[in-house]
């Protein structure tokens, strides 16, 4: 047994004393001053409306002031931020409206009110912050995921699967998602582009969608033919021009829509140089 100085060694039978586990060095201040925390539980809690209803006296919000004085002096202050789930949304952006900086006393953060203010963002679809003694705040947003370029009042936005406008300006680099018509478009188009990813192929050359009548829809493809679904069954005609385009390329026909609102039939129109060779086959136009 190592003897510390200053300690007698002891030739009874009486056993020695257990180890005492060292603790972290904020432990002990807070340990120090935890009835004037749990008073800040309780008022950062269950007695929050009525503090900010001022029916609390003066006094016990002094005595919350100092309580979170206290806990920050014991170690519990902001010293990181960790941040999760975040490809688009500007950092800056996200920790100017978190409104936290280091040093701040990390009990005294309300994180209801800083997720609402991250949920404002049009990027964050949701977002969960939690702190983590002794200095660190959490923080996970879900971002919005680019679905479609909406044509809107005569201009294109960015809107997610749920309709929600993401970007008004600056979308150049979306370029390359499908262009939705129609007031409804974007609550219908999940629906849509989830029909048009069984043929991936014929589906990347889909440029724009238009929700006629908010029952059914018109397809743009990238060499300008017009593509009409039913109302009825648009997954049927799907396949079928799918079908037609890997059996005929009748994408690569000269013509300009292409109507699938009949199941019986097949509607082509062609260009009006290609209908009046079809009028007069014998003549050199």
Known sequence: MR???????????????????VQPRWVKPVARTSAVLALLAGLAGG?????SSDTIPEAAMELRA???????????????VLLEGRERTDAGLLLAVLDVKRGDALLGIDVAAARERLEAINWVRSAVIERRLPHTLYV??????????????????????????????????????PVLVGDDAPLEAPALLAMLE????????????????????????DNGIDVRLPEENPMGAWTRLAALEREHKVLAKDVIAIDLRFADRLVVRVAPDTAKRLRNPGKNT
Not at 69 to 75: F, M, T, V
Request: hydrophobic letters at 50%.
């Open 3 to 21: 003897l510390l100085t200053g300690t007698i060694a002891s030739t009874s039978k009486r056993r020695a004393a257990p180890r005492r586990r």
């Open 47 to 51: 007695g929050w409306y009525l503090w």
């Open 66 to 80: 100092d309580a979170l004085e206290l806990s920050r002096e014991a170690g519990l202050a902001v010293a990181d």
């Open 140 to 177: 996970r947003i879900e971002e919005r995921q680019p679905m479609a370029l909406w044509q809107r009042d005569d201009r294109l936005v960015l809107v997610d699967a749920e309709g929600v406008v993401i970007l008004r300006d600056n979308i150049a680099a979306f370029g390359h998602l």
């Open 198 to 221: 069984t043929a991936p192929e014929l589906r990347a050359r889909v440029r724009a969608a238009t929700l006629v009548g908010e029952r059914r829809w018109n397809l743009l493809f």
